[in-house]
């Protein structure tokens, strides 16, 4: 696996977009969707990679700066035929680097709720995040939970 800044414009990274966007809408309620479109990822405030095998794509990630010290994770995806191979860890520690390397201190994200994100919860929660209340624009909604990992403690795995 080695990861790459993305070109949104890559037919393969519109094609596993245009999957994660369905899914995750279809997971949750009406309204409590807060993944970004693909052209969003293009935002001077987000860095945007792809994560690839042998195989071609099998994920991506974002991280959105906003503030010189906390960002947030957006956009994390791994294509179906490859989740519990890795890569989602791989690119949860791609970002939380390159949060640190920026000069972060805190990193947090917003994902769903249901039982369809529970591998994603626990994902993040093996990296060291934990729930926390909405954080920037976002509003209490019971079909999101929150959570965020504190950049100046110990190495996560």
Known sequence: MHITEADIRDPQIEALMRTHLARSRAETAPGSAHALELHA???PDIAFWALWDADGLIGFGALRQLTQEFGEVKSMHTAE???RTGAGSAMLRHIIAEA???GMARLSLETGS???FEPARALYRK???VECPPFGAYTLDPNSVFMTLDLRVALQP
């Open 127 to 129: 990296h060291g995040f």
């Open 81 to 83: 035929a490859k989740r």
């Open 114 to 116: 249901w039982p369809y």
């Open 100 to 102: 640190r390397a920026r």
């Open 41 to 43: 990822l293009a935002a």
